[in-house]
């Protein structure tokens, strides 16, 4: 127990590592039919809505505790949503017919309403006639229209009538009134009441609308009058998605997440661990057509094939490299999907044990399988750091492994080599032909950089022996390129960088408009300088004038066999892992 903990903890949590690494956890057993494996060793990587709830008028805060992790938050979002109500601000006035009301932005459309103008005063009575012999004033009565109230009084000059002045506008006017002057002698005098403006009193919603992810803007035009303002709100509308926006750390079991506020209730939700494919690799036993001897092979598997497909795939020590690696130093677990492990899932098609072995690998047995679907977790003995774990036939073994990646006091070079050294390059003979995926995929010898060049194998001899041994490629890093100058050269931008490093495969330059970007890659394929401590140079001619762009390089070094294929077939795999970015450099175009 004391050698355990001073080993870096298990790289997948599992309750039977618990005593001899004083964990607590929960166990993340594979099964038979499983293509990948979620677990929580550190950080969230998704939160996943379960139920959207409803009756939310704002996204409600979202709250994630417990797992033994902390810091870990998320954002909810609510579905696009209707137009539920509109709301009158303010009425306006001098509306002197209904106004138009367009809602417009907030992401939806469709939606549509009317404005109701309310009842109206008179704003004045005209004389549309001033009759005759008028020796009095008549008296004038306002009737009708749908309102009350109105007062007038008319003025005669010459022995006619001539004006009507309103002295009292009275409400509730829809329709011009009646005007009736009677009296003072004379005949044949009229009015005509005119009516005034009004405000906006109401508004309709015609259509709800669709789509709108905040309130839309509600304009009110025309009719003649001024002022009239309204606002919209949204329809009440169910969580649509979450976003984590932060991971937090620490989490060993699944946490809590709830929702509060927002107006509404009942959405639900899931925080999820990691999730890391498991990588298909199988032991084959076929027969040697020389001697009739069994032949152990290691290979890959196709994932979820039938019985009319073959599902292993074996591979010669010579074939092209099928397990390829980020090296990352120092990896204390297995906090994020790009630091370098893998978990493989190792089927063993045959009849034999094995005593598997990988060259500088820490490996944890996560469970077995058997093709029954009996889960078996690891032998007490098997508990801890393993670089041999033991195959059983008919069986899947899951393991989790990394490189160890041991400090050098300089830089190590790729190894690249032939795929087959004992014959010459170019030469097409002997090798398999068939991708991972099944699909013929013709392979030449050629130079091939397995980057530190790891192998795993048998350990009984007669089979690693008989080409049951497998190299791995690691892809380390390469040191990060200095002393990077832009420069203008006409209408092209003229970078310089000082190599660092031995084990570049290529160099990448990303551009951005300022020094806190964001960087777009520009290419990836600068070629690698020869030894380290020389200058590379490349030209920028994609820039326009009158800009400033921010530069900075990268080295890369990429493992594996690399070759394209037309489809179906996909390749070998490569991988890849990255210096840190040089120092940046501006260039300012003319
Ligand atoms: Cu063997």
């Not at 909810?76 to 009425?91: D, H, K």
């Not at 084959?284 to 009319?308: H, I």
Request: aromatic share 6%.
């Amino acid at each position: 127990r004391t050698y355990a903990r001073s080993q870096p903890a298990p790289l997948v949590p599992e309750r039977a590592y618990d005593a001899a690494f004083g964990t607590t956890t929960s166990n993340t057993y594979a099964r038979i039919q499983d293509t990948s494996a979620t677990f929580f060793n550190g950080p969230l990587s998704t939160v996943e809505l379960t139920g959207g709830g409803s009756g939310y008028d704002v996204p409600p805060d979202v709250s994630i505790s417990g797992g033994g992790g902390a810091g870990a938050q998320a954002t909810a979002t609510l579905a696009p949503r209707s137009v539920g109500t509109l709301s009158l601000s303010s009425g306006g006035g001098g509306y002197t017919s209904v106004p138009s009301v367009a809602i417009t932005g907030g992401g939806g459309a469709g939606a549509t309403a009317t404005a109701v103008v309310g009842a109206r005063a008179l704003s004045g009575v005209a004389v549309s006639a001033n009759g005759s012999n008028y020796a009095t004033v008549p008296s004038v009565v306002i009737s009708g229209g749908g309102g009350s109230g109105a007062t007038a009084i008319a003025v005669v000059s010459g022995r006619r009538v001539t004006s009507i002045l309103l002295t009292s506008a009275g409400s509730g006017y829809t329709s011009p009134p009646t005007v009736t002057l009677s009296g003072g002698g004379g005949s044949g005098a009229r009015g005509t009441a005119v009516l005034g403006g009004a405000s906006v009193t109401g508004l309709t919603l015609t259509a709800p609308g669709t789509g709108f992810t905040s309130p839309p803007t509600v304009t009110i035009v025309g009719g003649g009058g001024t002022g009239a303002a309204a606002t919209a709100t949204l329809s009440p509308a169910a969580v649509a998605s979450l976003s984590l926006t932060s991971a937090g750390d620490g989490y060993t079991a699944s946490p809590t997440v709830s929702f509060s506020g927002g107006g509404g209730s009942g959405a639900t939700a899931l925080a999820h661990g990691l999730t890391m494919t498991l990588q298909p690799k199988s032991i084959v036993e076929d027969f040697d057509p020389t001697f009739g001897r069994m032949n152990a092979m290691l290979g890959t598997e196709v994932p979820n094939t039938n019985a009319t497909t073959q599902t292993s795939i074996p591979d010669f020590d010579t074939d092209p490299p099928t397990e390829v690696l980020r090296g990352t130093p120092a990896a204390t677990r297995l906090g994020s999907a790009a630091d370098g492990t893998q978990i493989w899932k190792i089927t063993h098609n045959g009849v034999d044990t094995h005593a598997v072995h990988w060259h500088m690998f820490d490996v944890q047995v996560i469970n077995r399988v058997g093709w029954d679907g009996a889960i078996r977790p690891p032998d007490p003995n098997e508990i801890g750091w393993k670089d041999t774990v033991r195959m059983n036939p008919l069986e899947d073994v899951i393991v989790a492994l990394r490189p160890i990646l041991p400090d050098v006091p300089f830089e190590l070079p790729n190894s690249v080599r032939p795929l087959d050294p004992t014959s010459p390059l170019g030469s097409t003979l002997g090798f398999h032909n068939v991708d991972p995926t099944n699909q013929p995929a013709p392979v030449t010898n050629k130079l091939v950089n397995f980057g530190w060049e790891y192998v795993w194998h048998c350990h009984l001899l007669g089979h690693e022996e008989n080409s049951m041994m497998r190299p791995m490629a690691v892809a380390v890093a390469p040191v990060a390129p200095t002393g990077l100058t832009a420069q203008v050269v006409g209408r092209t931008v003229r970078l310089l960088w000082r190599d660092q490093s031995i084990n570049e495969t290529s160099f990448i330059v990303q551009r951005a408009r300022s020094a806190s970007g964001p960087w777009a890659t520009i290419t990836t394929g600068v070629p690698p300088a020869a030894g380290s401590g020389s200058t590379v140079n490349f030209i920028d001619t994609s820039v326009a004038s009158g800009s400033t762009y921010v530069y900075r390089v990268l080295a890369a070094n990429v493992v594996g066999y690399v070759q394209s294929y037309a489809a179906p077939a996909v390749g070998y795999p490569t991988a890849s892992a990255e210096s840190p970015s040089s120092g940046i450099s501006n260039a300012v175009t003319p």
